[in-house]
């Protein structure tokens, strides 16, 4: 039978040339500890690139979308760094309604095709979007005649919802470029976020501020798994 390694026995083996096995196997896992360490510093640096460039694109967008919002004269609630966009409710909707009012159409007429166009037509943030959310939120005012914490939740997310799916469907029919129609559809989700999310100043809830509908871009966590490219099926 072929050997593979030799086991020494003797002192004098030791001393002069070690066992072969456990060499060969610390060259092994030295070799292991350098493939990882290398994985690691790729994944860390494609991580941090891929990150800055997602924000870059993001803050871009978001420049874009505010300049030419106010090149049409609407004023809009844009976030600088992320792109995201509040409306207030008093301005598409009468009170405890989630049927669009006719002024509150034109405004999605101005603002949706700006918002879809400059998100998709900007090549960098959109491989790095993972949905387009469109979220709905109430303030924590009683509905008269009810009592109940848990009531009065459940139906502000009820009004929560279906505001955000109102605003939704309407943008679909707004006049955006139809080219990112199938791009828009695969990235839209809907969401209704009851009180949860009030909008506090100086230690107490804006009512008016947090009846609000955001327009909001959730964008592809990176990782270090996402760096080495674990995460795909």
């Known amino acids: 039978m072929r050997k593979f390694f030799k086991i020494n ?3 004098n083996d030791d001393n002069n040339g070690g066992n072969i096995f456990w060499i060969t196997m610390s060259d092994l896992l030295l070799g292991l500890a350098v493939v990882f360490i290398s994985l690691f510093i790729f994944a860390i640096t ?7 460039r997602q924000k870059q694109a993001q803050i871009d967008v978001s420049s874009k979308i505010n300049n030419e919002l106010q090149a049409i004269n609407v004023e809009a609630d844009v976030d600088k ?3 995201d966009l509040k409306i207030p409710a008093i301005e598409l909707f009468e009170l ?3 049927v669009l009012t006719p002024d509150g159409k034109k405004l999605l007429d101005k603002i949706a095709p700006v918002y879809i166009n400059s998100i998709f037509a900007d090549e960098e943030l959109n491989e790095q979007i993972e949905n387009i959310i469109v979220e709905g939120h ?3 005012q009683m509905f008269a005649g009810i009592n109940s914490k848990e009531e009065q ?3 502000n997310m009820e009004l929560s919802t279906k505001r955000a799916n109102a605003v939704a469907e309407y943008m679909f029919k707004t006049s955006y470029d139809k080219k990112y129609s199938e791009k828009f559809r695969s990235k839209l989700a809907v969401e209704g976020k009851s009180f949860n999310e009030p909008v506090i100043i100086n230690g107490k809830e804006d009512f008016a501020k947090s009846r609000r509908v955001e327009l909001k871009l959730k964008v592809k966590k990176w990782d270090v798994s996402t760096a080495l490219g674990l995460d795909r099926n």
């Open 81 to 83: 760094m992320t792109g």
């Open 9 to 11: 026995t003797t002192q």
């Open 46 to 52: 494609g991580f941090s690139q891929n990150a800055m």
């Open 96 to 98: 405890n309604s989630y």
């Open 153 to 155: 939740f459940l139906r």
């Open 138 to 140: 109430t303030d924590s």
